[in-house]
């Protein structure tokens, strides 16, 4: 584990695994710690440096004096610090779900520090995506010959309808991983302890988001994008997904068969071939990062 401070003193952290040219994972949840990436499938033992930030208030990183700073915009600024202390002139960079708006946002703002830009299984928000009912609904349809499916489909429309009581929330559950086996339901057990409520809770307030600005400020962005979403993933439907490719000037898009939203535990194999080839097409020379 590596500390820095952000600009506005709160103390930061990152982790560090595998050997080769760093990998700037920001996570999701939204605010949740960045352990749940563990090695993102297997990419620190093939050649690259993952380097996983706990935004602030998470994991082990400080919890800020001013609660308003965690709104996704005013983390660019911690983005940035990381980017300085790695000693970097230009990332790789990888945002998760929620933490693909993040990593959105910091791409808009500081195009040219970023080389590639990673989308897995993204929020889209930031550039204005729309995920409808029917998107989350008909790719939930995917699955109904699971046993599970009744039950769990039944608190999807609930969701969509916002009609949801706790107990819709937790019977979605299944549709999270691609399989509902035991290592997914811990994984999902994991979450609730590893994500700040209160900073979640901010994290989309008001003036976060700007579509329109940020899709005009990523015309600048002369990197690539890989937009990799999931079959299965309710979340971030494939739909929407490839929808929102087109605010991305040099985009391309991956869709995992069989994966739900966290495809790196579905299949590794597939979320590490997809990445990796991706990555490796480009020179990755832009920087050393200060990291043993």
Not at 19 to 44: H, K, T
Not at 153 to 160: G, N, Q, S
Not at 266 to 289: M, Q, Y
Request: a negative charge.
């Amino acid at each position: 584990m590596h500390t820095f401070s952000a600009p506005d003193g709160t103390v930061l952290a990152c982790h560090v695994s595998g050997e080769g040219a760093p990998l700037i994972c920001l996570p999701g949840g939204p605010m949740r710690a960045s352990a749940y990436f563990g090695d993102l499938g297997g990419l620190a033992a093939a050649g690259h440096r993952v380097v996983g930030i706990d935004l602030r208030g998470t994991g082990a990183s400080g919890d800020p004096a001013d609660p308003a700073s965690y709104r996704c915009d005013r983390l660019v600024d911690d983005v940035e610090a990381l980017r300085v202390h790695l000693g970097l002139d230009r990332m790789r960079l990888l945002g998760h779900s929620a933490g693909a708006e993040l990593a959105t946002l910091y791409t808009a703002r500081y195009p040219e520090r970023v080389r590639e830009l990673v989308l897995v299984t993204p929020a889209t928000r930031a550039v204005g995506g729309r995920v409808t009912a029917e998107d989350r609904l008909e790719t939930a349809r995917l699955r109904q010959d699971e046993e599970w499916f009744p039950t769990a489909y039944e608190a999807l429309k609930a969701i969509t309808e916002d009609r949801a009581t706790d107990a819709d929330w937790e019977a979605v559950a299944p549709f999270t991983h691609g399989r509902w086996d035991a290592a997914a339901r811990a994984h999902r057990a994991a979450g609730a302890e590893q994500r700040n409520r209160e900073a979640a809770a901010v994290y989309d307030a008001e003036g976060a988001f700007t579509p329109a600005a940020t899709r005009d400020a990523l015309a600048a962005f002369e990197g690539r994008t890989l937009l990799l979403a999931a079959e299965f993933d309710v979340a971030a439907p494939p739909r929407a997904v490839v929808a929102s490719a087109e605010a991305f000037p040099r985009a391309e898009t991956v869709v995992l068969p069989g994966a739900g939203h966290f495809p790196w535990h579905d299949d590794a194999d597939g979320f590490t071939r997809a990445v990796i080839t991706f990555l490796d097409r480009t020179d990755t020379t832009g920087g050393v990062a200060r990291l043993p």
